[in-house]
């Protein structure tokens, strides 16, 4: 007979990840409550109850497979990104640039006048600045909204988050540095780190339409050619430690301005990328822990309070020389809630460093469940309440 | 509700309204933006008329009252530029076309007003499938049997506007080798078709208008979705088959054949129009319809063969004195090299084929639009 401990470590994340997609659904079309909020719920409520079943490091297939289902979403996401808007409309990249200014320095100020030192003060802040862009983008698809919260959401979630990689990287770096180095020392790091990846995406960005050009094919045989890129430019940054976030949303911008368009039907990268996706919503919030969570609540409420307000109240500033009302644009705010897989991975991949963050920060362990099951509640009542979401009743 | 009097308009007056296509800049769908689009208009003043439509994906604008194509043009590429400002400042492309390529007419949003609503109650999918993009266009009338005569007196010739118009090639992601697949959908409406032979306003409202008033199955004329109908309230008629065409120059130029051709009939040089003419109506609007300029028309009254782009070619050139006088030489010359290099929807079937996807069509769409 089998050791029930080794069947029950095998079967431990095929099961959950089934039982979250079967709450998924249920609970979805019971209440309308975005799916991948259930994931978030039923990922962390299995990983208490066994949690010697649930542990992953970095080079775990699960953290991989997680990895991939990330990139594929950020591919997507970045090929729902518009340069040209940017340069034509520069009222969004100052949107975005004001209020994820805003929030660090807001989160940062919050933090240290509750005693944490300046660096981890810094590591809180720029990773409080982003949204999650697999939040958004699964509530948004779930949803099939489009209007002016919709697009400015996505942009400026794109303009977060790529703000958010490089202070991010910038502070690891110093941190790294601070024995040894200077903090010229750590930006360049840090520069060369995302610039290379960022040129990676960008290359596969050119190469991948170009072959797709020369098959003559396009449609089902692109997503294909896409899912597999991103597969291997998630592989690559694993393995050359560059940052596959970058790589992937690089790669989707690159893509989407050579002009090669997936077809509707492989929104969300069809079953396999829906398959994905529930292993990354359950494995985000499989590296957190109840202890931490509680004894960090309290400082995490106030700190996503301060986030919430500070994003509503920037973005609502810029929305009417932007071209939208001040309501659609506090909307665009609210929606902008979303904050935790993008910051578990990032965290995940600089354990290698030797920096456990999460370990460390019990406010952040907190924040990242609260908004990890919130979040998506947010965004989708903010899409509904624009009227931007599609109604259900005709 | 009783017909309202036929209210007298200056002869020959145009006006015209093209319904437009918002569709997203990444994945090329039809995209539920009227609303932003309109919030953000409204902030400057609009050259002629601007309007949301049905679905949130489709606004309408409207031209002011002009009597030649000069001023026509100019207005319709002056809204024509606005929008194209206004839609860049929101992430939003906006095309002309008869029909979306691929949309999914399930997926459509019924823009929130009460009448909007009824329609979408009462129709189910054929209100959502009727996310189509005509061009109607308005020519002022003197009296009401002037109006009716015009609207029978012009029936011969739809079958041109169909094909010179053609611009919708494409419907849910396939090619239904029409050329105007977007009449098709106006067919499924009960009180589409042509308007009934009568040439008395007096007897139109009295023997006609009141008693299907009377029945109950109709309240105003907003509920006839004729191919021509008359417009008491404006003092014209209205030809609503056009598609919208991929260009404002395009859309100015078939409102300004439209008024030359009326001036012509008001010379009343031609035999009388006669209920006998729409034996023929039906088979030369499909020929238009799927065929475009390749189609083959039969006479009305001759029961001749014609090839339609034949037929066009040689109406244009009757037209030339009466187009001279209106001040719409160019719109015929715009017109001629239609004929020869082919329509919109044959634009659209080249790019289609360029492109490898309807995708790439909607691009095309949207570029076109702007030069």
């Known amino acids: 007979m089998p050791d029930i401990l080794v069947l029950s470590a095998e079967l431990a994340w095929p099961f959950a990840i089934a039982l979250a997609w079967l709450a998924g659904e249920i609970i979805h079309r019971w209440i309308n409550v975005p799916r991948i909020s259930v994931y978030g719920l039923v990922g962390f409520a299995v990983a208490q109850a066994f949690p010697d079943l649930y542990v992953s490091d970095s080079s775990s297939p699960v953290t991989l497979l997680a990895n991939v289902a990330f990139g594929l979403i950020l591919f997507e996401f970045g090929y729902r990104i518009n340069l040209h808007w940017l340069r034509i409309n520069p009222w969004i990249a100052l949107t975005g640039l004001a209020e994820s200014a805003a929030t660090f320095a807001v989160v940062y100020a919050i933090s240290h006048a509750a005693g944490m030192p300046p660096l981890t003060c810094a590591l809180l802040a720029s990773l409080a600045m982003s949204t999650s862009p697999a939040g958004v983008l699964r509530v948004i698809n779930e949803q099939n909204s489009s209007g002016q919260v919709t697009e400015r959401v996505l942009h400026l979630v794109a303009i977060n988050c790529v703000l958010a990689v490089f202070v991010f990287k910038v502070v690891v770096g110093v941190w790294v540095f601070r024995t040894s180095g200077s903090l010229a020392q750590a930006v360049s790091h840090s520069a060369i780190e995302l610039l290379a990846s960022a040129v990676m995406g960008a290359v596969l960005g050119v190469i991948v339409p170009a072959v797709l050009r020369q098959l003559g094919q396009v449609g089902r045989e692109g997503s294909v050619a896409f899912a597999l890129a991103v597969v291997s430019l998630v592989a690559i940054a694993h393995a050359a430690n560059l940052s596959p976030v970058l790589a992937t949303l690089t790669f989707g911008l690159m893509a989407r301005h050579r002009r090669i368009v997936i077809t509707r039907t492989e929104r969300n990268f069809g079953a396999i990328g829906e398959l994905l996706a529930v292993l990354l919503f359950v494995f985000a919030v499989t590296t957190l822990d109840w202890e931490r969570v509680v004894s960090g609540a309290s400082l995490a409420l106030a700190l996503l309070l301060a986030r919430f307000v500070v994003k509503i109240g920037t973005v609502a500033v810029f929305a009417h020389p932007g071209g939208v009302s001040w309501r659609k644009g506090a909307l665009t705010g609210v929606a902008l809630a979303p904050m935790s897989v993008f910051v578990i991975l990032l965290l995940e991949q600089t354990k290698y460093m030797g920096i456990v963050l999460v370990d460390e920060l019990a406010a952040l362990a907190a924040m990242t469940l609260f908004m990890e099951v919130l979040g998506p509640v947010i965004t989708q009542y903010a899409l509904v309440w624009a009227k931007e979401a599609s109604s259900k009743d005709h | ?371």
Request: negative net charge; charged residues 20%; proline residues 5%.
């Open chain 2, 1 to 371: 509700m009783p017909l309202e009097p036929f209210t007298l308009s200056q002869p020959l007056t145009m006006g015209v309204e093209l319904e437009l296509q918002l569709v997203g800049n990444s994945d090329f769908d039809l995209s539920a933006s009227s609303p932003d689009l309109l919030h953000l208009l409204a902030r400057k003043p609009f050259p002629g008329n601007v309007t949301p439509e049905i679905t949130e994906s489709m606004i309408e604008i409207n031209s002011d009252i002009h009597t030649n194509f000069a001023e026509l043009s100019a207005q319709l590429r002056l809204s024509r530029d606005t929008l194209v400002q206004a839609c860049e400042q929101l992430n939003i492309g906006i095309c002309g076309g008869g029909t979306h390529p691929f949309q999914r007419w399930s997926e459509r949003r019924i823009f929130a007003k009460p009448r909007f609503r009824e329609v979408s109650a009462l129709y189910g999918y054929l209100a959502k499938q009727f996310t189509i993009f005509g061009q109607h266009v308005h020519i002022g009338c003197g009296n009401g049997d002037d109006a009716l005569f015009l609207l029978h007196a012009l029936s011969r010739y739809v079958p041109h506007f169909i094909a010179l118009s053609a611009s919708s090639p494409f419907v849910q992601g396939n090619d239904t080798l029409f050329n105007s697949a977007r009449l098709n959908s106006v067919f499924a409406f009960p009180m589409s078709g042509r308007a009934p032979f009568l040439l008395s306003w007096e007897e139109f409202e009295h023997g006609y208008f009141s008693k299907m008033e009377h029945t109950g199955v109709i309240k105003s004329m907003k509920d006839f979705y004729w191919d021509i109908r008359p417009k008491p309230e404006y003092g014209t008629i209205e030809l609503r088959v056009c598609d919208t065409p991929l260009t404002v120059e395009r859309a100015a130029a078939l409102a300004c054949y439209l008024q030359a051709l009326c001036r012509y009939l008001l010379q009343r040089q031609e035999p009388m129009p006669a209920e006998d003419d729409y034996l023929v109506y039906n088979y030369n609007r499909f020929q238009a319809c799927r065929f475009g300029l390749d189609g083959a028309i039969v006479h009305p009254k001759t029961y001749e063969n014609l090839s339609l782009r034949e037929d066009i070619l040689t109406t244009l050139r009757k037209m030339a004195p009466h187009a001279e006088a209106l001040g719409g030489t160019a719109a015929l010359d715009h017109l001629t090299v239609v004929t020869h290099v082919g329509s919109d929807a044959q634009f659209l079937r080249d790019q289609y084929a360029a492109s490898g996807s309807v995708e790439g069509v909607v691009d095309a769409a949207i570029r076109r639009f702007r030069d």
